[in-house]
C-alpha cells in the first residue's frame, strides 16, 4: 500500500507547515489515520491520530497547542496543521494506516499501524 506524504521542508521557529498524506481508498477508508515523527538520533515517536469520522483520537502532549489534525475521506487524504514550530519539532514526519483491531495503546503505539509512507522531512531552524 502506498501513502504518499508531501509538506516538509525548512522554515523558520515560529513558521506553519501543512502536511498532506494520500492513500489508496481501499487503506485510507474506515480507518484511523495517524502521524508519527522521528528526529535523528530518536525513535519514532506518536503525533496524532484521526478516526474515520473526522474525530480527534488522541494528540501528543507537545503538539496538543499547536498542531491539528484533519482528513478529507473524498480526497483520501490526511493533514496536519502544524503551527509555531519549534527547532525540536525538526524530524522526518511519517503518515500511517492503522489496523482494525482494538487500540490497546490509544493509538499511540507504532505496532498498531500497518502501512506506513515514506517520511516528509520538517526542518525548523532557531
Known amino acids: 500500500v502506498q501513502l504518499q506524504a508531501s509538506g516538509g521542508g525548512l522554515v523558520t521557529a515560529g513558521d506553519s507547515l501543512r502536511l498532506s498524506c494520500t492513500a489508496p481508498?481501499?487503506?485510507?477508508?474506515?480507518?484511523?489515520m495517524g502521524w508519527f515523527r522521528q528526529a535523528p538520533g530518536k525513535e519514532r515517536e506518536f503525533v496524532a491520530a484521526i478516526t474515520w469520522t473526522g474525530s480527534t483520537a488522541n494528540v501528543a502532549e507537545f503538539a496538543k497547542e499547536r498542531f491539528t489534525v484533519s482528513r478529507v475521506n473524498a480526497r483520501n487524504t490526511l493533514y496536519l496543521q502544524m503551527n509555531s514550530l519549534k527547532p525540536e519539532d525538526t524530524a522526518v514526519y511519517y503518515c500511517a494506516v492503522k489496523g482494525p483491531q482494538y487500540s490497546s495503546s490509544a493509538y499511540r503505539g507504532a505496532y498498531e499501524y500497518k502501512y506506513w509512507g515514506q517520511g516528509t522531512l520538517v526542518t525548523v531552524s532557531s
Open positions: 481508498e481501499r487503506s485510507f477508508s474506515r480507518n484511523v
